[in-house]
C-alpha cells in the first residue's frame, strides 16, 4: 500500500510512505506505485506516530453522577464518591465502559494508553478486569497497566500485599500516592515499597507524586532520588506533582540537580489539574499545574495525560488529547509559535518516552505501520482549528476513520 502527499511530522516537504507486510518498507518523496499496488492519496495532510494517553483511569471512566455528583470540584471528594460506586463494580461492568472509553480513545488517534487502576480493593476487581480487556483489545491498543493504591500503600489495610499481588498478577507498572500517605514517614516507606517490588518483578514506576497544593508535599525529591540510587532511571515516571507549582523558586532550583540526574519521566494532566488544584484559595487563585515550561526547558521529559474522562474527577471528557495539549499551553504559559508547533511532541514522541516503547516508536522504515492522519497540514493548524483524525492505521490496517467535516456560512 502507497500512501502519497503526507506532511510528517510539521516537515516542509511532502513525503510517501509504502507500507508492505504491516512495516515502513520506504518513506521517500515522489514515490511510484508498483503494479496492482493500493495507492491513498492524502491530500497534503499531517502524519504523526499514534497518539498516546500516557495518564489516565479507566476503571472509573464513564460514572460522573453515579451514584452522586462530586459538587466541591475537589479531589478529595472524588476519592470520597469513587469509593461509594465501588459497591457497584463488577468484573463486566468495568469492561463495558471501559469498552466504550477505549473506542473514544481509538476514534481520537490513540493508539497506546497507560492506565491506573485502584487496587485498593481486596476483590482486585478493576484489576481483573483491565487484565482481560488488555488482551482483548491488542489488535487496536495497546494498554499499559499500573497498579495505583488510591488510599495508599501503609495507610490501607494490606496495602503492599494488595500492590504485590497486583504486580504478580500482570500489572506492568508498580503505583504509590506518598501524599496521600498518613505521614511523612508513611510516604517515604512508600516509596521504598514500590521501587522494592517494582525492581523484584522487573515491572515499571508510575507514582501519583504531590498531587496537591501544599508546597510541603515532597515527595518528588525521593522518588527522583530513588530513581538515581537505583539506576531505575527513565523507567520511573511522577505524575501530575502540582505542589510543585507551589514550591519557592530557591527550593526547586535545588530540586532541579537530582531531577535531572535521575533521568525520570514527567506527566502533566493540564485539563483535571487545572480544575481540581487551587480549591483550598481565595485569591489568587493557583493554577496547580507542573512546572512543564521549567522542566523541558532542563531537558527533562514530560508529556501529557487526560487523568479522567466523565468521572468523580472530571464531569467532562471525551478522550481527544488535543484537549490537554492546547489546556496546558495556555495554563503554562508555552504559547510562542515554536512550542505550539512542537507541543503534539507531549501526546507522542514524549510520551513514548514515558511508556518505555524505545525505538519500536515513530514513523519509520522497518517500524510497524502506526500512524494517524490529521486533517491539517501541520499541527499547529490542527490543534488551532481542533480537526479530526481522517485515519489511524496499525500494522498497515485501518483502526478508525473520521470523514471530513464540511460547513457551510450562508452569509
Known sequence: MLFKNLYIENAAEAMDIRVTDGKFEKIAANLEALPGEEVVDCGGKLALPPVIESH??????????????????TLFEGIQCWEEYKPFLTKQEVKDRVNKAIRMQASNGIQHVRTHVDINDPKLTAMEALLELRDEVKDFMDIQIVAFPQYGILSYPKGKELLEDALKMGADAAGAIPHFEFTREYSVESLNICFELAQKYNKLIDVHCDEIDDEASRGLETVATRAYETGMRDMVTASHTTAMHSYNNAYVIRLMRILKMSGMN??????????????????????????????????????????????????????????????????????????????????????????????AYGIKEGNAANFVVFDAKNWYDALNYDVSV??????????????????????
Do not use: Q
Request: aromatic share 12%; with cysteine.
Open 266 to 359: 514527567f506527566v502533566a494532566n493540564p485539563c483535571v489539574n487545572v480544575h481540581l488544584g487551587g480549591r483550598a484559595d481565595t485569591y489568587p487563585k493557583r493554577r496547580s499545574m507542573t512546572r512543564v515550561k521549567e522542566l523541558t526547558a532542563e531537558g527533562i521529559n514530560v508529556s501529557f495525560g487526560y487523568d479522567d474522562i466523565f468521572d468523580p474527577w472530571n464531569p467532562l471528557g471525551n478522550g481527544n488529547m488535543r484537549d490537554p495539549v492546547f489546556m496546558g499551553l495556555y495554563a503554562g504559559h508555552m504559547l510562542g509559535y515554536d512550542e505550539i508547533c512542537n507541543s503534539y511532541k507531549f501526546v507522542t514522541t514524549n510520551a513514548a518516552r514515558t511508556l518505555h516503547l524505545g525505538d
Open 390 to 411: 481522517l485515519y489511524s492505521y496499525r500494522n498497515g490496517k485501518l483502526v478508525a476513520e473520521t470523514k471530513p467535516k464540511e460547513t457551510t456560512v450562508h452569509y
Open 56 to 73: 489516565v483511569h479507566l476503571d472509573t471512566c464513564l460514572t460522573a453522577g453515579r451514584p452522586r455528583w462530586n459538587m466541591s470540584g
